[in-house]
């Protein structure tokens, strides 16, 4: 199905995954906005960075439950089509309206009983969104013009998975919300916290390092902020890094440069070797399953991106 199929007149609630980020928030409030007769809510706590962001501009975060849901014709999830995305999926699976996913991540293991609307090229659903918007030729508010364009930064990984679109798209809400670039990055970015810097560091420490060819792919363990350690893997300078965490959580990230190797792809591979669910995008994605296969986990990466760069070299 496409998006734009959405813009009928049903009473909808837009929600999202667990811990919300940016992205996630920024893309609801927006869609909602876009929506006759809907709402947004979030299924529970949110990232810090999207706390700070929706703080800054002065967005409320309702939080829905099953009660909540009750009172609608219609639920659209966004930036989630996985039932790994979720705490609780049973909250949405059971409910009895129209259940839509607009995502942009290679996924497996699909939330239950949806309909599904997937751009897999798309760098941000905040993307995704305003290309609904311009689909139906409304303007967008100044408000929400900000809030998709620091979405599309953020998870665009400060345009490092952008495609030409992308752009685009940033430029135009740029001059909509009457902001400028650095704007944007101030409220989409910050500052690591003292235990994510010393969290990441003793990951890098620790790291296991395997030869693919010419490419060089690392593991580590951490305690957390996973998705923050591949990336300063990556930045150390391995091709692809991999980082579990002990709640049965596996981060990927990847040299934006290195073409045919998708991350998102491997972590399906991954999410199957720990009995749970995985993806992601091109340059980054996790999974997460029992915590007693992370380690199965870890070498299902290292196997899955072996194939990738193999296949690559013929």
Not at 249 to 258: P, S, T
Not at 283 to 290: D, I, P, Y
Request: net charge positive; charged share 25%.
């Amino acid at each position: 199905m496409k998006a734009t199929e959405l813009l009928t007149e049903k009473r909808t609630l837009v929600s999202f995954h667990s811990r919300g980020d940016i992205d996630a928030v920024a893309s609801a409030i927006a869609l909602s906005n876009l929506l006759p007769k809907s709402s947004y809510a979030s299924p529970g706590e949110l990232q810090s960075s999207a706390v700070r962001l929706l703080q800054s501009l002065g967005w409320p975060m309702p939080v829905v439950n099953s009660q909540t849901l009750q009172g609608f014709e219609r639920l659209v999830l966004i930036d989630s089509s996985s039932r790994g995305h979720f705490d609780d999926p049973l909250l949405f699976e059971s409910f009895k309206g129209e259940k839509l996913s607009i995502d942009h991540h290679y996924h497996s293991q699909r939330l239950k009983g949806f309909k599904f609307a997937i751009d897999r090229n798309a760098s941000s659903c905040s993307e995704i969104v305003y290309e609904m918007y311009c689909k139906k030729s409304k303007k967008t508010p100044r408000e929400i013009a900000l809030l998709l364009a620091c979405g599309l930064y953020a998870d665009s990984g400060n345009f490092r998975s952008a495609r030409t679109q992308s752009f685009h798209a940033f430029s135009e809400l740029l001059k909509l919300a009457n902001t400028d670039y650095e704007t944007v990055r101030k409220l989409a970015g910050s500052l690591p916290s003292a235990e994510q810097r010393r969290v990441t560091l003793d990951a890098v420490a620790q790291c296991k390092r395997t030869n693919v060819g010419e490419r060089l792919v690392c593991t580590s363990k951490a305690k957390g902020f996973g998705l923050a350690c591949a990336t300063a893997l990556v930045a150390s300078g391995c091709d692809a890094a991999f980082v579990a965490s002990p709640d049965g959580r596996i981060a990927g990230a990847k040299n934006d440069l290195l073409e045919r190797v998708n991350v998102g792809k491997i972590m399906e591979d991954a999410g199957n070797a720990v009995k749970g669910s995985g993806g992601g995008h091109e340059n980054v994605g996790g999974c997460n399953g029992e915590p007693s296969l992370t380690e199965k986990g870890l070498r299902a990466c290292v196997e899955t991106f072996r194939r990738q760069v193999t296949r690559r070299a013929r």
